[in-house]
């Protein structure tokens, strides 16, 4: 896979972001996580994301256990400031003390001796982003993290955090029918010269048109819980109809939705000038196969245009979130 620059580490085009190989669509796995993770090295996957919350702590230390030996061959990234709490909801805590206490934990799950990338998980309204950022800088003084990263912020957060120390990249939701980095985000990475990393960049499955039935989603998916208003019944159907055309598209280029949706997102960074390397998650070696050779695939200007105006925010139904956790995402004030 061709690579690609993020502040001072060479990464694939397209990374792997591995939560739903712990948690997030049901029971998974090990075993088939395990061939996952080592066939996606194999193939030329650069950069692997996780979190501490991640299946609590599961993520990390599945990481930790396959790929030790082959730490050298790849960006890890990883986040901390986000947990749950007794009754299983997400907590957010950005205060210092529990960044380093996180961070110390997850070195020790994840086998290594330093994270490449650590993003503080969720902002803590309680807590100035230059106190959690100042605390993350002094892990990396400490040489216990390399480079630094902040997750669905604005951009006010983004630039106060980078003021405080030198942030490498942000995270948020991207893809074509979640659009929100596009207001202000891209171009202030641009400016800042920092990364910008989607994560859902299939929109949950849903561009790759694989959630064909939302009756038939299991527990613990979800798309049935935190990203439910977009899989309501009613709400999925008609965004269901907007799928329609880009198959045809795909059809033209003979390509799977997933590349489609993924070469789009690719040709944004040329747009933006900034660096965009999508981290679509899958639990299948042929979807990863597949994902990665979007890196390959070169849509012409008149259909990236027709692609933005048949989906996008304005013609989707529901929102990306619950109100729950939409209430939890800095960057939804932009």
């Not at 993290?145 to 490498?168: A, D, K, N, P």
Request: hydrophobic fraction near 40%.
């Amino acid at each position: 896979m061709r690579t690609c620059k993020l502040g001072p580490f060479d990464v694939s085009a397209i990374g792997l972001g591995c939560m739903n190989l712990s948690a997030g669509y049901g029971p998974a796995d090990d075993e088939s996580s395990e061939q996952l993770l080592l066939a996606a090295l194999d193939q030329g996957c650069r950069l692997l994301d996780t979190a501490a919350m991640y299946g609590d702590g599961h993520n990390e230390a599945l990481l930790g256990r396959v790929l030790n030996q082959r730490r050298h061959q790849f960006v890890l990234a990883s986040k901390g400031g986000l947990s749950k709490d007794s009754a299983g909801d997400p907590k957010v805590c950005g205060r210092p003390e529990v960044l380093k206490r996180e961070c110390e934990a997850s070195l020790r799950r994840l086998q290594t001796e330093v994270i490449d990338l650590y993003y503080l998980h969720r902002l803590d309204p309680d807590v100035p982003v230059e106190e959690s950022v100042g605390a993350m800088g002094e892990l990396v003084r400490e040489g216990k993290v390399q480079t630094l990263g902040l997750s669905e912020v604005c951009v006010e957060t983004l630039r106060r955090g980078h003021r405080e120390h030198l942030i490498t990249a942000v995270q948020s939701e991207y893809s074509l029918w979640s659009r929100t980095p596009e207001r202000a985000m891209l171009a202030a990475c641009t400016e800042l010269d920092i990364g910008f990393i989607p994560f859902s960049p299939l929109g949950r499955g849903f561009l790759a048109g694989s959630a064909q039935n939302v009756n038939q989603l299991g527990d613990g998916d979800i798309r049935l819980s935190i990203a439910r208003p977009r899989f309501e019944p009613e709400n999925f159907a008609a965004n269901s109809q907007l799928l329609l055309p880009l198959r045809a598209m795909a059809a033209r280029y003979q390509c799977s939705l997933a590349q489609l949706s993924l070469a789009w997102l690719l040709h944004r960074a040329d747009a933006a000038g900034c660096n965009i390397v999508p981290i679509p998650g899958t639990r299948s070696i042929a979807h990863l196969r597949e994902n990665a050779a979007a890196a390959e695939l070169n849509l012409t200007a008149v259909d990236l245009a027709a692609l933005e105006r048949l989906i996008n925010d304005e013609l989707v139904a529901g929102a990306r979130y619950s109100d729950t956790v939409m209430a939890m995402v800095d960057s939804e004030r932009d």
